[in-house]
């Protein structure tokens, strides 16, 4: 039977997207799937116990623990997120002039970038030992001591104005000393990718813009407010969005950096990948872990609407 060229191109296109269509199913649709079903389940290591309905939605509403693990969280990218983007555009301004080396800096600020999470993690824990660590031996040299960066549970905010924070509740401290040092490892390691990327939307500014700013007599910094920010923005935009996704994905630094048990002191470092993973993988609370991982989908989901509704209208696409 001769069967409608419509129809055959139609095969045709399903046969070649066939494996990816078949990868995709089976490692991320099916999945999510599961997930799904677990959250409405007490599931256990050896499979469902019983039907909750949204009950492990609930209970996770109403754990205390949870909602400290998110506000460490808020913490976490409200202080990672800015300072990346910031130093990362300053780098790529310097690293955008006609310098000798410029390759070998490039390369030097790209290696964190593709350095193992885990690799990185344990060097940066020998840096913040208060006693052995490179940090707190460079800082004695100045006359400042006794740091414990990761095994302090003080407010950044108690250390800045004074023990009277202390009586303050716990959201109005600030970011713990030791959540302060993941922040600072943080952003070292994410510089790297945001460089380049900045990299990239400077060289496609057209030099035109500068050389017709030079002719009027515009300033430096007028150059860079009026024409370099304005057509960066774009890559600025994809930055932030990024950048603010995988600060809330932060996960490794905590179970490796932290603790014992991670996420300490006082669950100041607690993110809320890492509560994920303690119910999920830990205690084995499936069910309560993929709620968990459900309502952190929906956060960065409304962040990320929020960032395009209030911040895309600011975005020049040329």
Not at 131 to 148: E, F, K, Q
Not at 223 to 245: E, R
Request: glycine share 6%; with cysteine.
């Amino acid at each position: 039977m001769a069967i409608h060229p419509k129809y055959r191109n139609l095969l045709k296109a399903l046969l070649y997207l066939c494996p990816a269509l078949l990868i995709l199913l089976i490692f991320r649709i099916f999945p999510i799937l599961l997930s799904v079903r677990m959250s409405l389940y007490d599931w256990g290591m050896a499979g469902p116990r019983a039907f909750l309905g949204l009950g492990n939605y609930i209970s996770v509403l109403k754990d205390p623990l949870f909602w400290k693990s998110l506000l460490n969280t808020l913490w976490y990218v409200l202080f990672e997120v800015p300072a990346t983007l910031l130093l990362s555009l300053c780098i790529a301004l310097l690293l955008n002039q006609r310098i000798r080396g410029l390759s070998i800096y490039r390369t030097i600020y790209y290696l964190p970038v593709v350095t193992s999470i885990v690799a990185v993690s344990v060097v940066w824990k020998w840096i913040f030992h208060p006693d052995r660590g490179v940090l707190n031996y460079l800082l004695s040299l100045i006359g400042i001591s006794n740091i414990r960066w990761l095994q302090d549970p003080r407010g950044i905010f108690e250390l800045i104005f004074g023990p009277t924070v202390a009586h303050w509740p716990y959201a109005l401290r600030g970011p713990s000393i030791a959540l302060c040092s993941l922040v600072l490892m943080g952003i070292w390691k994410a510089l790297g990718y945001n460089i380049v990327i900045f990299l990239a939307g400077l060289q496609n500014i057209p030099q035109t813009y500068y050389e017709a700013a030079r002719i009027d007599g515009a300033s430096r910094f007028k150059t860079f407010w009026k024409i370099t920010l304005p057509l960066l923005s774009p890559t600025t935009y994809y930055v932030l969005i990024m950048s603010s996704i995988a600060a809330f994905e932060t996960f490794a630094q905590v179970w490796i950096m932290t603790g014992p048990p991670p996420g300490g002191p006082l669950h100041t470092t607690k993110v809320v990948m890492y509560y994920f993973y303690e119910n999920a993988f830990e205690l084995w609370r499936l069910g309560y872990g993929a709620a968990i991982a459900f309502i952190a989908f929906l956060i960065i989901l409304g962040l990320t609407i929020l960032q395009r509704v209030f911040l895309e209208k600011r975005v020049h696409y040329g």
